[in-house]
């Protein structure tokens, strides 16, 4: 059973950077390919980045491609989610999660984190 948290959500202005980390236990992290996706009020849960259990293969959204970077450190167990040039579009709960392929169909995630809460002011 593998546990995620996340932090580093926060209020920024539109421009701004974040970034999200979560933070994994209770499992083998190296074994699991990893995602963010997000969740807008009255919006549907969406696919924003992934990344393969190496780390060698990263895959996003069109809408955050060149803004947005993930990565991964096997070592410290935590994913990472570097956000630049933030629009106030980018306002949502931002979640990871771990699954056994970087997809980006939420449903074939197994595992979540609890969320944390990014807004971007314009």
């Known amino acids: 059973q593998v546990q995620l948290v996340e932090s580093g959500g926060g209020l920024v202005q539109a421009g701004g950077s974040l970034r999200l980390s979560c933070a994994a236990s209770?499992?083998?992290?190296?074994?699991?390919?990893m995602g963010w996706f997000r969740q807008a009020p009255g919006k549907e849960r969406e696919f924003v980045a992934a990344?393969?259990?190496?780390?060698?293969?990263?895959y996003y959204t069109d809408s955050v491609k060149g803004r947005f970077t993930i990565s991964r450190d096997n070592a410290k167990n935590t994913v990472y989610l570097q956000m630049n040039s933030l629009k106030p579009d980018d306002t949502a709960v931002y979640y990871c999660?771990?699954?056994?392929?970087?997809?980006?169909?939420?449903?074939?995630?197994?595992?979540w984190g609890q969320g944390t809460q990014v807004t971007v002011s314009s």
């Open positions: 999660a771990a699954g056994g392929q970087p997809l980006r169909t939420a449903e074939l995630y197994g595992y």
């Open positions: 990344i393969s259990w190496s780390g060698g293969s990263t």
């Open positions: 209770g499992g083998t992290f190296s074994r699991y390919a």
